[in-house]
């Protein structure tokens, strides 16, 4: 059974707590029940735009190199099911200002049959290409993957059978939680593949753009006056856009991370069914 239309409102009056609550998962006993009811078997990760996408100098140049959104191209192709939130849950909670609140997450396969038709509507492949493209072009980031959280407050299931593909901006996400919320579980939350994030020191001004509401996980910080990339960062390439000098680089080391995230995906999710 889905979930009451109800669960948005108390959502949206919990959603400003989140950092608290996730600052409680570093108590064993209740970490260990959060991630078992919310994050069990969770794999995620952030596609970075296709426009902060070049070759490593280490390769030979490829003409062909994919580029991040084919990852989704290929998911909403293959899928039987696709079906588009009417709102975005986290900037609808946070009364986003600044990114369309209409722009909801697309969810595919099996268990999306079963979403409240309320928050929603069954589109076609087309209507899924286009929404993303759109998100995308509006400066939104998407994250992909099985997130067991959408089908807790979702109600639907199984988990393995519902894709999620999320359009977050940086003011918003419900993932900003990943620098409080135990590290086992901000684990299951990753770059795609073969993706690595830069600074050319020398390039770098240190005029702090890319730490103004940029980052989704707070992984900038800044040494000597220069900005500094940590292993907290998720490869979402939006500092990367931002930077005025150019500074800040995302490099593919591997031409085949396309069809290495899209063979993990599909060995945590199958929306075929």
């Known amino acids: 059974m889905a979930s009451p239309y109800g669960i948005k409102t108390l959502i949206r009056r919990t959603f ?67 079906w588009i939130m009417h709102f975005c849950i986290c900037r609808d909670a946070s009364h986003c200002r600044t990114y369309p609140v209409e722009l909801g997450c697309l969810f595919m396969g099996e268990a ?15 209507e899924a290409l286009a929404h993303t493209r759109r998100c995308r072009e509006l400066g939104l980031v998407h994250l992909i993957g099985r997130n067991k959280l959408d089908s807790v407050w979702l109600n639907v299931g199984p988990p393995d059978r519902l894709l999620t593909v999320c359009n977050c901006c940086p003011c918003c996400c419900l ?15 990753t770059r795609m593949p073969g993706v690595s994030v830069h600074v ?28 500094v990339i940590g292993p907290e960062c998720r490869g979402c390439g939006r500092c990367v856009s931002v930077c005025p000098s150019g500074a800040i680089t995302l490099e593919v080391e591997d031409p085949a991370y396309v069809e290495a995230t899209v063979r993990r995906i599909s060995g945590a999710v199958d929306v075929s069914s």
């Open 16 to 82: 400003a707590q989140r950092f608290a609550l996730a600052r409680l998962s570093h108590q064993p006993i209740i970490g260990r029940l959060i991630d078992r009811m919310l994050f069990d078997g969770d794999d995620i990760m952030y596609l970075p735009r296709d426009t902060v996408i070049p070759v490593n100098r280490r390769l030979a140049p490829r003409e062909d190199l994919a580029v991040p959104s084919q990852v989704l191209d290929y998911f909403i192709e293959k899928a039987s099911y696709h």
């Open 112 to 126: 999306a049959r079963d979403i409240n038709p309320k928050f929603g509507r069954r589109v076609s492949k087309a």
């Open 175 to 189: 993932w900003k939680i990943l620098p409080d919320i135990t590290p086992h579980i901000s684990a299951k939350l």
């Open 200 to 227: 050319v020191r020398d390039q770098c001004t240190g005029c702090g753009k890319c730490r103004q509401d940029v980052c989704f996980v707070d992984a900038i910080g800044f040494e000597d006056g220069r900005a």
